[in-house]
């Protein structure tokens, strides 16, 4: 199977994009296409699933060990005749400025996969040669295969380009991609706007491939694709490999517009341990899916949708009796808020589920933002004292006030150097602002299953 991560020069310079359309084109062509995004990006990897019509799973070298890595890219791309990889931010950015751990550029290594590297073009020529130089030259053990120019402002701007990487660097030019603002996904404060929001049209789908067709070699990008045994492959006893059990237990997975931030990876594992996974919409449905046995509200943005999950009464008081039913309910950011007492927005408040006694206010400004390492003080839903996990924290807003409520998690933010303690717990209810990564310790999403399990034959 061919692999390739697609990366670029620093944030924004239309990656993604580019990415979405290589797939699109590699679809148009009938090649089954398995979509990753390096870091621990919630929105681009819904975009990517859309386009693919796979889910798409995240590839995190500080998250996860090169083992975890490798088996999430084994076990995903079954099936696909090729992975393409995302980067994230520019190339060498990871959470440290004096190593590249945790960038794009390490996922690589890691994995061994050859990057395809996008550069901004506008509003320069030669210029660019010599970024493309000290990229090329910066890692030696990295292996940067080829590069793509965007926002070119036409043939004769990719002429002027392309004299001035002739006799610099020896690396391929794939092709450039024309100034095309209709491409743009629009942009909000965790990010691009998700998949719900902004769908790809057929003509849409269409477009992106025709304009790769016609300004990207595609045929030599497949080429590059290297078709080697993945780099950190475990042994053939992986847990991934063994036989997935008769579900028994069903966990009703929050997902709509409020809420769509999960990890890919932490629903197989939860199958894996023998759950069925069913979808509800807390926007929408008046009552939870039948016979189920714990609650997964993941993150989001019910911010957004304030007054409409206010406004389903019926939804909310479903979800207040399953809460008080002592039956297992995990919730990561937006889940959270979700049960508070409120989400104070603008000066305005909007009561939600009233489960936990937080009251949650709307900040202009990042929050908490980085990796967490994470662990259980006492026991929990999730495990018991001593537990450890690594998750991921962004979010723009913060707890105005807490109640009477136990907390069960010491936290670590890995960037901001910071300690605090957190993980909010009411009975059989654990609720956090930090998505834990299931592969980061999987006993998590056994110990979920074996609560709900639990719960259902009348433990606790």
């Not at 900040?363 to 908490?368: A, N």
């Not at 996990?389 to 913060?398: D, I, L, R, V």
Request: include cysteine; glycine fraction near 8%.
């Amino acid at each position: 199977m061919k692999k390739i991560l697609i990366a670029g020069t620093a944030s924004g310079i239309g990656k993604t994009t580019i990415t979405l359309a290589i797939e699109a084109a590699l679809i148009r062509r009938g090649i089954v296409v398995q979509p990753f995004k390096c870091g621990p990006d919630y929105l681009d990897t819904a975009h990517h699933a859309a386009i693919c019509g796979r889910p798409c799973r995240n590839l995190d070298t500080i998250m996860l060990s090169a083992h975890e890595n490798a088996a999430s890219l084994q076990r995903a791309s079954q099936g696909a005749a090729i992975v393409v990889a995302e980067g994230m931010m520019g190339l060498f950015d990871g959470v440290s400025g004096a190593s590249g751990r945790g960038s794009s550029a390490d996922v690589a290594k890691t994995l061994g996969l050859p990057v395809v590297l996008v550069m901004d073009a506008s509003s320069c020529s030669r210029s660019l040669a010599a970024t493309l130089l000290g990229f090329a030259t910066f890692d030696k053990d990295l292996k940067i295969a080829a590069v793509i120019f965007n926002r070119v402002a036409g043939e004769a701007h990719f002429q002027m380009l392309s004299e001035a990487i002739q006799g610099t660097v020896s690396i391929p030019v794939l092709g450039w991609i024309p100034h095309r603002t209709a491409w743009s996904i629009p942009e909000r404060h965790l990010g691009l706007h998700d998949a719900n929001e902004r769908t790809w049209t057929d003509a849409e789908l269409e477009s992106l491939a025709r304009v790769v067709e016609e300004h990207l070699d595609l045929d030599r990008f497949l080429e590059l694709a290297e078709s080697e045994e993945t780099r950190g492959q475990g042994a053939e006893t992986d847990v991934d490999a063994e036989p997935r059990p008769v579900p028994a237990v069903r966990i009703a997975i929050a997902r709509d517009a409020a809420f769509s931030f999960y990890y890919e990876d932490n629903m197989e594992l939860l199958r894996d341990c023998g759950a069925e996974l069913v979808e509800f919409s807390p926007l929408r449905d008046q009552r939870l899916p039948a016979e189920v046995d714990a609650l997964y509200l993941g993150g989001g943005y019910p911010e957004l949708h304030a007054a409409e999950l206010r406004d389903n009464h019926a939804m909310i008081a479903a979800v207040q009796q399953f809460c008080h039913s002592g039956r297992p309910v995990y919730a990561e950011c937006g889940g959270m808020m979700f049960l508070a007492n409120n989400i104070v927005i603008d000066g305005g408040s909007y009561p939600m589920a009233g489960v936990l006694p937080l009251n949650i206010e709307m900040s202009p400004g990042l929050v908490k933002f980085g990796y967490v390492r994470v662990r259980f003080d006492r026991d929990c839903i999730l495990g018991p004292a001593g537990t450890q996990a690594t998750g991921h924290s962004f979010h723009y807003s913060k707890i105005q006030s807490v109640g009477a409520i136990d907390q069960v998690y010491s936290l670590e933010y890995t960037l901001a150097r910071k300690c605090e303690q957190e993980g909010y717990v009411v009975g059989n209810v654990l609720a956090s602002y930090v998505h834990l990564h299931f592969r980061t310790n999987r006993a998590l999403a056994r110990n979920f299953v074996r609560r709900a399990l639990l719960a259902r034959d009348g433990g606790k």
